[in-house]
């Protein structure tokens, strides 16, 4: 449903980055990261949730990039999880990071994440299970970490388990109920 509003293919590989666009999320060099997989990948798509002072940067980078077309800029989401429904892996492109909500979110929602070795995020995503850890800046080795998770069979496998356990138990709302909770302590 998702993929189809955003008229992505079943087939495409989807990233997604969630989170509020300010140079120390890294959005801009995403879109670096993003362009070199392109090069490989080209059916790849990026959604990218959020808004915030670097959203304008990014547009004109994208434009200038001539990727436009691969590339989905959703402004803020209170229903993160329903998007991450449609990607196949989390990215997490910071400079800094305390525990990396977006990427326990995507975990919680079966997707393995690729992120940058700062902050919290190695206990985040301890083992390849749970996503890739690359060191910061290393924007190659960060797209062959995305290739490998896209090409391990730990995104189908989870997949084909998350989309059975969704129709049994509701996975989209118990993750926004968690998000919610997260959300109250936060405030």
Known sequence: EVRRELRVSSEAPVLCLAGRFHPVKGHREMIDIFSLLLRRRPDSVLMMLGDGPARATCERVIAERGIADSVRLLGYRNDVARWLGAADVVVVPSRSEGLCRAAIEGNLCGLPAVAYDVGGLSEALPDPVCGWLVPAGEEQRFVTAIERALESGIVTATHERVRAARERFGLVEH?????????????
């Open 175 to 187: 993750v926004q109920r968690l998000t919610d909770c997260y959300d109250a302590l936060e405030a």
